[in-house]
């Protein structure tokens, strides 16, 4: 049960990279770089196992719950960041 969940989120971060990468082949306003989905990847994958571990691990459902969010809210303002830079960080390329 435990390895279908992992195949689960892996496959469901191939999906959302295939996302960019279908676009990338109609228009020239998504210009992803080999990087790009590298890091986007580490991300998600990121994301998604600190989620599973939350799930498997603390049982009040109550701190699962903020637990999760506050893993959500982090990767928001990762991607907001290396998106459009709107903290100004070195990592925007600001």
Do not use: Y
């Not at 279908?4 to 998504?30: N, S, Y």
């Not at 998604?48 to 691990?57: A, D």
Request: aromatic content about 8%; hydrophobic content about 65%.
């Amino acid at each position: 049960m435990q390895n279908k969940r992992l195949i689960g989120i892996m496959l469901t971060v191939v999906l959302l990279l295939l996302i960019p990468l279908i676009a990338m082949q109609f228009t020239d306003e998504v210009d992803w770089k080999l990087n790009d989905f590298v890091i986007m990847g580490v991300l998600l994958l990121g994301t998604g196992l600190m989620c599973e571990l939350v799930m498997r691990k603390v049982k009040k459902i109550e701190h699962r719950i903020v637990i999760i969010i506050a893993i959500l809210a982090a990767l928001f303002l990762i991607w907001v960041e290396l998106a459009v830079g709107v903290f100004g960080t070195p990592f925007a390329g600001s």
